[in-house]
């Protein structure tokens, strides 16, 4: 995954991370970035401070819009993917679980995570 967003820095492509991991964990999120090596200083492939704003390229679940118990992610990525489909051409989603595919996108690629599935 480093070597593929690297690719895509060094292309000049705008890069959203939209995840349904609740903005009230922001903090860790942040910090995994920083500790896998993916986002920090100017070494790094993400610009620490385009993952530590709420108006950044890491868009997170606010805590008020979380999903029930057992329902999908989806329609609210979805909505997200709407926002950026407005002023971006969103050229390829990549995702391991079948909620971060969807309706916006010229590309849709699914990587399984052997480990764990959500809804």
Request: hydrophobic fraction near 40%.
């Amino acid at each position: 995954a480093r070597d593929l967003l690297a690719e895509i820095r060094d292309l000049g492509i705008e890069l959203f991370l939209i995840t349904g991991r609740l903005e009230s964990i922001r903090d860790e999120t942040v910090e995994n970035f920083i500790h896998v090596g993916l986002a920090g200083g100017p070494d790094r492939i993400i610009p620490i401070e385009l993952i530590t704003r709420r108006d950044g390229a890491l868009i997170m679940c606010p805590d008020a819009e979380r999903p029930l118990p057992g329902a999908s992610i989806r329609p609210w990525k979805e909505g997200r993917r709407a926002v950026i489909d407005r002023t971006h051409r969103i050229v390829i989603n990549v995702g391991d679980q079948i909620s971060d595919l969807g309706l916006y996108g010229d590309s849709q690629i699914h990587c399984p995570h052997p480990y764990y599935w959500t809804p």
